[in-house]
C-alpha cells in the first residue's frame, strides 16, 4: 500500500476503475480545502486495473455512501505517517437521501421534503429498490 | 399499528385468517351488522374508482361502521397543494381507518410512514392493490376449496397488469401451484416476476400464445384486459386482441370445473354470452371483494365478532 505523501488522512484503495470521479462527487471532497489526489488505472493484482483517492485529511467519511457507490473499496486510515486502520465495506442495508428514485411515476416526484430511501432487495446482485414504489435503482 | 400496503406485508397464515373470517361473515352475516359501530372509514381517492371505492364503502356500511371521504383529487386539499402526509394526518383525527387510491406509486406507503390510523392501499397507480389480489384469493378458495394442487392460467396483459403480478406472487406461497402464461409476446410477464418468483422459486410454468391449448389445463383461468395504449400501432392490435378473447366456443376447451375470474372492469375480453356459464365467477368475484374487505377492515380496527 502506497501511502506516499500522506502523514494523516485517509487512502481509498480498490476502486473499481473509472469510478474515482464519480465517488469524488459523492463524497463532496471539492469543498474540501486540503490536498486531494486522484490516481486512474494503477495496476492491481486483485481488479487488472483500480483507482485510488488520496484525501491529506483526517474527515468522517460516510461509509454507508461509499458502500453503495462500491463495496470493494478499502478505507485506509493514516495517522502520522502509519496505517491505523484498514475497514472494509459491505452494501448497507438501506440508503437515504443518496439517490432519487427516477420512476415518474412514483410519489417522491410530487410529494414535498420527502425522504428518497432505497433498501437492499438482494445482496448477491446487489440490487436497491425505491421503498415507495420498488423501482431498481439505476 | 398495522397497515396494508402491499400483498407481500401478510403472511400465508394471516391470509388464511382472512379467507376464514370472510368465509364466516358469508354464512352470518347478521352476526357482523355492528362489529364496527361508532368507527369511521374514510375513503381517500386521489384519482377516481368508482368500484373498488364502493366496495370498501359497502363493506364499512355492513359492519355497521360509516364512511366520509373524497373521490377525486379535485374534490380534495391536493388541488391546493396539500401533501399526502398532511391528508392523512388530518383525516387520521376524523377517521379510525383510512383506504387510499392514489395515482402516484408508493403514496399509500408515505402515508402510512406518519398517519395515526391504519392505512389500506386501495390501489397505487400501477404498482399495487392488495385488496384485489385478496379478493381473488378468496374466490379461489371458495370455488376451488383450496389455494394449492392446481394450476392457474393467466391470460391477456401480462406486462403490465399489476393483478397479475401480486396474484402469481401470492399464489406462489402455495404448494404445487403451476402457472400457464397466456399473452402476445408484446405483454409478457416482466423479468422480474419471471426471475424473482417463476425461476427462484423454481416454480412449474410455461408461455404460451395459444389459449386454446392452454385452457385444457387450467383449473383457474385468470382473465385481463389487453389495452389498445399498450401498442405501438393499431394494426398490432388488431391482430391481437381477438386471440385473447374468451367466448362460448373457447369456452369448449376449458374443463369442466374452470373457474373463470377478472379483476373487471372488462371491455370485450370476455364475451357477454360467457356470463352464463356456471364456470364464470368475476361476479361472484366482485362480491366476495366486499366480504374480504370486511375481514380486512375488522383485522386492521381490531375488532372481533
Ligand atoms: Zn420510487
Given at each position: 500500500?502506497?501511502?506516499?505523501?500522506?502523514?494523516?488522512?485517509?487512502?481509498?484503495?480498490?476502486?473499481?476503475?473509472?469510478?474515482?470521479?464519480?465517488?469524488?462527487?459523492?463524497?463532496?471532497?471539492?469543498?474540501?480545502?486540503?490536498?486531494?489526489?486522484?490516481?486512474?488505472?494503477?495496476?492491481?493484482?486483485?481488479?487488472?486495473?483500480?483507482?485510488?483517492?488520496?484525501?491529506?485529511?483526517?474527515?468522517?467519511?460516510?461509509?454507508?455512501?461509499?458502500?453503495?457507490?462500491?463495496?470493494?473499496?478499502?478505507?485506509?486510515?493514516?495517522?502520522?505517517?502509519?496505517?491505523?486502520?484498514?475497514?472494509?465495506l459491505k452494501l448497507p442495508r438501506e440508503v437515504k437521501n443518496v439517490i432519487k428514485c427516477k420512476n415518474p411515476r412514483c410519489v417522491t416526484t410530487v410529494e414535498r421534503e420527502v425522504d428518497h430511501i432505497f433498501r437492499l432487495t438482494s445482496e448477491e446482485k446487489g440490487i436497491y429498490r425505491c421503498i415507495y414504489c420498488e423501482s431498481e435503482a439505476k | 399499528m398495522r397497515h396494508l400496503i402491499d400483498i407481500k406485508d401478510l403472511s400465508v397464515e394471516e391470509i388464511k385468517g382472512l379467507i376464514d373470517t370472510a368465509n364466516d361473515i358469508i354464512e352470518n352475516r347478521a352476526a357482523y351488522s355492528e362489529v364496527c359501530k361508532g368507527k369511521k372509514l374514510a375513503t381517500l381517492f386521489f384519482e377516481p374508482s368508482t368500484r373498488t371505492r364502493l366496495s370498501f364503502e359497502a363493506a364499512m356500511w355492513e359492519l355497521g361502521g360509516s364512511v366520509l371521504g373524497f373521490s377525486s383529487a379535485d374534490a380534495s386539499s391536493t388541488s391546493k397543494g396539500e401533501s399526502v402526509t398532511d391528508t392523512v394526518r388530518t383525516v387520521g383525527c376524523y377517521a379510525d381507518i383510512i383506504a387510499m387510491r392514489h395515482p402516484k406509486e408508493g403514496a399509500p406507503l408515505l402515508a402510512s410512514l406518519s398517519s395515526t390510523v391504519p392505512i389500506i392501499n386501495a390501489g397505487d397507480?400501477?404498482?399495487?392493490?392488495?385488496?384485489?389480489?385478496?379478493?381473488?384469493?378468496?374466490?379461489?378458495?371458495?370455488?376451488?376449496?383450496?389455494?394449492?394442487?392446481?394450476?392457474?392460467?393467466?391470460c391477456g396483459d401480462l406486462k403490465f397488469g399489476r393483478t397479475v403480478h401480486s396474484l402469481i406472487s401470492a399464489m406462489s406461497f402455495y404448494d404445487n401451484v403451476k402457472f400457464i402464461l397466456i399473452s402476445p409476446e408484446e405483454l409478457k410477464v416482466p423479468n422480474y416476476i419471471r426471475q424473482d418468483v417463476l425461476e427462484k422459486k423454481n416454480l412449474e410454468w410455461y408461455e404460451t400464445d395459444n389459449m386454446e391449448n392452454a385452457l385444457g389445463e387450467a383449473d383457474v383461468l385468470y382473465m385481463t384486459r389487453v389495452q389498445r395504449e399498450r401498442f405501438f400501432n393499431e394494426a398490432d392490435y388488431l391482430r391481437l386482441k381477438d386471440s385473447f378473447i374468451l367466448d362460448t366456443e373457447k369456452m369448449k376447451y376449458a374443463k369442466p370445473d374452470t373457474t373463470i375470474l377478472h379483476p373487471l372492469p372488462r371491455v370485450n375480453e370476455i364475451s357477454v354470452k360467457v356470463d352464463e356459464d356456471p364456470r364464470a365467477c368475476y361476479f361472484k368475484q366482485v362480491e366476495n371483494g366486499k366480504f374480504i374487505r370486511m375481514a380486512l377492515i375488522m383485522m386492521l380496527l381490531g375488532v372481533t365478532k
Open positions: 500500500m502506497n501511502v506516499d505523501g500522506i502523514t494523516t488522512g485517509v487512502v481509498l484503495d480498490h476502486i473499481q476503475a473509472g469510478k474515482s470521479m464519480e465517488i469524488y462527487n459523492y463524497l463532496h471532497l471539492d469543498e474540501l480545502d486540503c490536498c486531494v489526489a486522484i490516481i486512474k488505472n494503477v495496476k492491481s493484482t486483485k481488479l487488472g486495473r483500480k483507482d485510488i483517492i488520496k484525501i491529506d485529511a483526517e474527515m468522517d467519511l460516510d461509509l454507508e455512501v461509499l458502500g453503495y457507490l462500491d463495496p470493494n473499496i478499502t478505507v485506509n486510515l493514516v495517522k502520522d505517517g502509519k496505517l491505523i486502520e484498514k475497514k472494509h | 397507480g400501477g404498482h399495487s392493490h392488495p385488496t384485489q389480489t385478496l379478493t381473488d384469493l378468496l374466490t379461489i378458495m371458495r370455488e376451488k376449496g383450496r389455494l394449492d394442487n392446481m394450476t392457474v392460467a393467466l
